[in-house]
């Protein structure tokens, strides 16, 4: 797995800890999952999982958006008189995640929980796999920081 987060390096700074974090948010969504399923509770586990995933894709979703604005704002050249219809139709997908991600992250807690049947709780413990990702992606920045 760290083969592959350094294989992911594209030279910006901090880019080793964003793959970082998201590979991080589904281990530990999926190891809980794992655990749940040991434990004897699969509908745990669904929402376990159901939370990472989600959590995951809300940390994506937040990181291409800001990188699109970042991107855009330090563009010398007008975004339209440069980019073809296919980026520029990319940029307003991302713009639109960017700005209602949370009503996407919504819509997939209430499609978990209403159309899978698992408890609510599982689905936000899920959800903090992200917090724990991040916080673990801190510290091992701390302990060993990229050069």
């Keep these: 797995m760290i083969g592959q987060l350094q294989k992911a390096e594209t030279g910006r700074p901090g880019e080793r800890v964003l793959h970082r974090i998201g590979a991080l948010t589904l281990g530990f969504g999926f190891a809980a ?8 509770r699969p509908d745990w586990a669904k929402g ?33 008189a440069v980019t073809p219809a296919k980026s520029t139709a990319s940029a307003l997908g991302t713009s639109f995640t960017l700005l209602f991600r949370y009503a996407l992250v919504a819509a997939g807690v209430y ?15 899920g959800l903090c796999a992200l917090v724990a990702a991040i916080m673990a992606a801190s510290v091992w920045e701390a302990l060993k920081p990229e050069s």
Excluded: E, Q
């Design 111 to 125: 499609v978990i929980f209403f159309y899978l049947h698992v408890p609510l709780i599982s689905i936000g413990l």
């Design 33 to 40: 999952a794992v655990l749940a399923l040991t434990l004897g």
């Design 48 to 80: 376990l999982a159901g939370g990472a995933i989600l959590g995951w894709l809300n940390f994506r979703w937040l990181s291409r958006g800001i990188r699109t604005m970042v991107l855009r704002a330090s563009s010398p050249a007008p975004a339209a």
